[in-house]
């Protein structure tokens, strides 16, 4: 059996630290398993953030949003950095895990500090991928108050 933590190979020993200092009971949205149709599961991935959110208040808005240009920038790196798309945080094992098309890419933004702790308390930084229009982009955050 292979166990995932937040996308990336873990120890049982590792899953246990990561969810020591609070209770922890599993269900849908905090653990995927992959059966390998013999019903024995092969895989287990934990999630220590949720896969969406809600959109976040203004305040945490501000201040906390690069906007970068979605010409220059390469999808590729999304193999090795958090991001969300279309408001869907992708994670090995545990979601999607799509990364885009370059030529699909319509806005590209890096959460900061405060907004990117929000989606991930373990990071200071989380790439905000769109490929749909904004009013399908699902709990949008309000970038105009940037």
């Not at 953030?49 to 220059?72: C, E, H, T």
């Amino acid at each position: 059996m292979t166990l995932f933590l937040d996308g990336k190979r873990a120890t049982p020993r590792e899953i246990n630290e990561a969810f020591k200092n609070y209770p922890y009971l599993l269900n849908e949205n905090q653990e995927k398993r992959n059966w390998n149709g013999s019903w024995l599961c092969k895989e287990i991935a934990y999630l220590t953030f949720p896969l969406y959110r809600d959109a976040p208040a203004v305040a945490l808005v501000k201040g906390n949003v690069q906007m970068i240009d979605a010409k220059s920038f390469d999808p590729a790196r999304l193999k090795n950095e958090p991001y969300l798309l279309d408001g869907f945080r992708q994670v090995y094992g545990a979601s999607s895990n799509l990364i885009p098309e370059k030529q699909d890419v319509k806005k590209v933004m890096l959460l900061k500090g405060p907004l990117a702790k929000y989606y991930d308390p373990s990071l200071d930084e989380i790439w905000w991928i769109e490929t749909r229009p904004v009013n399908e982009v699902f709990e949008r955050p309000d970038f105009t108050a940037r």
